[in-house]
C-alpha cells in the first residue's frame, strides 16, 4: 500500500502545477490527452473502490460495461476529460485515498469481483500500482519528463511474470508446458528471478524495460530484454500484463 501511494503521488507531482491548457497534451496512447490518462485512473480507482464498499453496484457497473465491452474504458475516460483540471485532479486525490484505505481493510483471503476472475486485495494493489506506473510513463514522455525508475516496479514485474499464460490465451495460442526463467536487474541493481533455474526458456534484462515490455509502452526491439528458447522469444512479442482484449503495442522507434 505504501508503494501505491508512493506510485500515486510521483504522477501527481507531474500534472499538480499544470496550467490548464497542458491537460490537453497528446500522450503516446492514441486519443488519449493527459486529462485522459488521469481521468482513467481516477474512473479505475472508483470502480476498484465500488469493488471492495459495494458488490451489488459493482455488478450493476459491470453489467453497464459489459454492453460495449471494447470501448466502455475509452468512454469512461472521455468523460473524466471533459472535467476541469483541477476538479479532475482532486477528485482522483480524494478517490484513491479512499481506495488505500478500503483495501487496507480487506480481510485476508477475500476474494473482491472484477471484469476478469475475482482477486485479492493484495492483486488489486498491485494492479493499480501496474496501471498508475504504466499511466504515468505516458504522462512522463508527454511533458518531455524521464521519472527516475524505482524498485516499486517489482510489482509490475511480478505482474508480468504471473500473466504469462494470459498472453498467450488473449491471443489464442497454446500455452507452454513449462515454466519460464526471468532473470532481471532491478533499478537499485538488485537482481529479481522467478522460475527454475534450469528452465529452457529464459527472459532476462532491465527490470524497467522488462515493465515496458509488459505493459506495452515501448515495442520489444528497443528493449533490453534477451530471450533464451523459442517460446520465450514468442512470448515476448505478445506479452501482457493488463485485463481485456490483446493490445496492439506500440511501433519501434525509428
Known amino acids: 500500500m505504501a508503494d501505491l501511494t508512493a506510485q500515486s503521488d510521483s504522477l501527481d507531482d507531474l500534472v499538480a502545477e499544470l496550467a490548464t491548457e497542458r491537460w490537453s497534451t497528446p500522450?503516446?496512447?492514441?486519443?488519449?490527452?493527459?486529462?485522459?490518462?488521469?481521468?482513467?485512473?481516477?474512473?479505475?480507482?472508483r470502480v476498484s473502490y465500488l469493488a471492495i464498499t459495494d458488490g451489488e453496484?459493482?455488478?450493476?457497473?459491470?453489467?453497464?460495461?459489459?454492453?460495449?465491452?471494447?470501448?466502455?474504458?475509452?468512454?469512461?475516460?472521455?468523460?473524466?476529460?471533459?472535467?476541469?483540471?483541477?476538479?479532475?485532479?482532486?477528485?482522483?486525490?480524494?478517490?484513491?485515498?479512499?481506495?488505500?484505505?478500503?483495501?487496507?481493510g480487506v480481510p485476508a483471503g477475500t476474494k473482491l469481483p472484477w471484469f476478469g476472475p475475482p482477486m485479492s486485495a493484495g492483486s488489486m494493489a498491485?494492479?493499480?500500482?501496474?496501471?498508475?506506473?504504466?499511466?504515468?510513463?505516458?504522462?512522463?514522455?508527454?511533458?518531455?519528463?524521464?521519472?527516475?525508475?524505482?524498485?516499486?516496479?517489482?510489482h509490475v514485474a511480478h505482474l508480468g511474470v504471473r500473466t504469462r499464460d494470459f498472453a498467450y490465451t488473449v491471443n489464442n495460442r497454446p500455452i507452454p508446458a513449462e515454466p519460464f526463467r526471468y532473470e532481471l536487474t532491478a533499478p537499485s541493481g538488485e537482481i529479481w528471478t522467478w522460475g527454475p533455474e534450469n528452465a529452457a526458456?529464459?527472459?532476462?534484462?532491465?527490470?524497467?524495460?522488462f515493465c515496458e515490455l509488459v505493459t506495452q509502452r515501448r515495442h520489444p526491439a528497443d528493449l533490453d530484454v534477451l530471450t533464451v528458447g523459442d517460446d520465450a522469444a514468442e512470448w515476448v512479442t505478445i506479452a501482457q500484463c493488463f485485463a481485456g482484449p490483446p493490445g496492439a503495442g506500440r511501433a519501434p522507434m525509428a
Open 201 to 209: 526458456n529464459i527472459v532476462r534484462g532491465s527490470a524497467h524495460d
Open 27 to 45: 500522450t503516446p496512447a492514441q486519443g488519449w490527452t493527459i486529462a485522459h490518462q488521469v481521468g482513467h485512473l481516477l474512473w479505475t480507482d
Open 126 to 154: 498491485t494492479a493499480r500500482i501496474m496501471e498508475t506506473w504504466a499511466h504515468g510513463l505516458d504522462v512522463a514522455e508527454a511533458l518531455g519528463v524521464r521519472p527516475v525508475p524505482t524498485d516499486r516496479i517489482r
Open 57 to 104: 453496484g459493482f455488478t450493476a457497473l459491470f453489467g453497464e460495461a459489459m454492453k460495449d465491452p471494447l470501448g466502455f474504458v475509452d468512454v469512461a475516460a472521455e468523460v473524466e476529460a471533459a472535467r476541469p483540471p483541477a476538479e479532475l485532479l482532486a477528485d482522483w486525490r480524494e478517490t484513491r485515498a479512499k481506495l488505500a484505505d478500503a483495501l487496507s
